[in-house]
């Protein structure tokens, strides 16, 4: 492989492993915010101790998952300045602001209250240790808003001009809410949602079936499960809009996810095939008529642009075609299972979680990191479906990368390879242990004050 391809490889790599922590942090720390308001306003009751317990466990999963997303995040940054130093040079002007934002408002913000959510229980008020839970997750979105606005950027620019090869900002207000951010920050907040959704339930099956669940694991349990059944519609929905707007802006990309090989009226949706990019056919396809002009553009009879209107200019197919149905294909395991889970909560209210039917937890337990799989295949198919841009239509990926001898690359993504897999086992290892070995908090006592000193002559 080429330099461009192993550079291309290695921010793969490293951007993989990276969002995995960050997509379960955004949405956890506010499931955090819900267990220490229930305890709250239960205190006093015997609910509130259960409440306590969500709480103190999944604080301690938030602060190893916060730790690797803080860690990988500086690893890939280093990726724009080693291996592609043409986007600096050409999209620093509006690239380097965004991040310089998102530096100083959300990584500020997390770092000054983190210390008192994760340390403060006990030494301060529990008023004041609810607000640095709040401001840890105001961060987290944040963090994601600035992020997710420089990447819809990338994909739809506006507010800029180009003089002598540099990207400019002209409007910051259309660069930030540039046409497609609105869709992607909802799509990753949802996706967020349910993976941290599904995460929480699938530990705390494990639990049940391991018998070390305390009345924090069933707390969290129904909480999560009901979370995920409620997210996973509006996830589909905001799919749909995102689509919409894609159609608009990037009608390649969604030829390719649909492997529509020529324009056409009408087109059918593909449901399975096998991409033959070569030919320019998508063979053993099962089709419905017409259904991709109905989903797409909510007309059975609408024209849809086939990547014959794109020469040179269209993503591989095959890689987003697959992409786009692996996410698919999980989302809609997601709705059934959130539904199989929220109808077996709504039949046994009142009634403990430990009695759930034991295919449901085995398949909780199943489904535990199947948010990183949706995850993984829809930002694939974002960032493959943009090639061979870097700046949508403007900037190619090729012209961007740094001439790197192959060999040097291919040993430094070996590295990262290696040391990503560890450290991937290493965190799915200690999360099983915590939940095997759950304990429970110690009383928050705070020390007495002081008493004043009667001093005598």
């Not at 991040?99 to 210390?115: C, H, I, K, R, S």
């Not at 030494?123 to 709040?134: G, I, K, M």
């Not at 295949?377 to 961007?400: H, M, N, S």
């Amino acid at each position: 492989m080429d330099t461009f391809m192993l550079a291309r490889l290695q921010f793969a790599a490293n951007i993989s492993f990276h969002i995995l922590f960050p997509t379960i942090t955004i949405a956890l720390c506010w499931f955090l915010v819900f267990f220490h308001l229930r305890h709250s306003a239960t205190r006093g009751t015997p609910q509130a101790a259960g409440w306590e317990q969500a709480y103190y466990f999944w604080t301690k999963v938030f602060a190893l998952t916060f730790a690797l997303g803080v860690v990988s995040g500086i690893t890939m940054s280093f990726q724009f300045g080693t291996n592609w130093p043409g986007y600096m040079e050409r999209a620093g002007n509006i690239a380097g602001p965004l991040l310089g934002y998102e530096v100083l408002t959300a990584f500020f913000l997390e770092a000054t209250f983190l210390g008192i959510m994760l340390f403060g229980r006990g030494r301060v008020s529990e008023r004041v240790h609810l607000v640095a839970t709040l401001m840890v997750a105001l961060g987290t979105t944040l963090s994601a808003f600035w992020i997710l606005s420089l990447n819809s950027w990338m994909q739809t620019p506006a507010g800029y001009e180009i003089i002598d090869g540099q990207f400019h900002a002209v409007d910051w207000w259309a660069i930030v809410f540039n046409p497609s951010f609105p869709y992607r920050l909802g799509h990753k907040l949802l996706a967020s949602a349910l993976t941290a959704g599904f995460l929480i339930a699938g530990v705390s099956a494990w639990q049940l079936l391991k018998g070390t669940a305390t009345e924090g694991t069933r707390k969290a349990l129904r909480t999560a499960v009901t979370a995920v059944a409620v997210v996973i519609p509006l996830q589909i929905f905001m799919g749909d809009l995102h689509g919409l707007n894609t159609l608009e802006h990037q009608p390649a990309k969604i030829a390719a996810i649909e492997g529509i090989w020529h324009t056409e009226r009408g087109a059918p949706l593909t449901l399975f095939g096998l991409p033959n990019e070569k030919e320019g056919r998508t063979d053993y396809a099962l089709q419905i008529p017409k259904a991709a002009s109905l989903v797409l553009a909510h007309d059975a009879n609408a024209e849809l642009k086939g990547l014959n209107e794109f020469p040179g200019a269209h993503p591989p197919v095959a890689p987003v075609f697959w992409g786009f149905r692996v996410m698919v294909g999980m989302g809609m395991l997601m709705l059934a299972v959130a539904w199989w889970g929220a109808f077996t909560l709504y039949r046994r209210r009142g009634r403990d979680a430990s009695t759930w039917p034991r295919p449901l937890l085995w398949t909780l337990v199943g489904m535990t990191f199947s948010g990183w799989v949706a995850t993984l295949a829809g930002w694939y198919v974002t960032e493959i479906g943009r090639q061979p841009y870097l700046v949508y239509g403007l900037l190619k990926t090729a012209d961007a990368v740094a001439p790197h001898p192959p060999a040097m690359l291919m040993g430094t993504l070996v590295a990262y390879l290696t040391v990503y897999v560890l450290l991937l086992a290493a965190y799915i290892g200690v999360i099983k242990y915590m939940a095997e070995h759950s304990t429970m908090p110690t009383p928050a006592v705070r020390p007495p004050a002081p008493q004043p000193q009667i001093q005598t002559l």
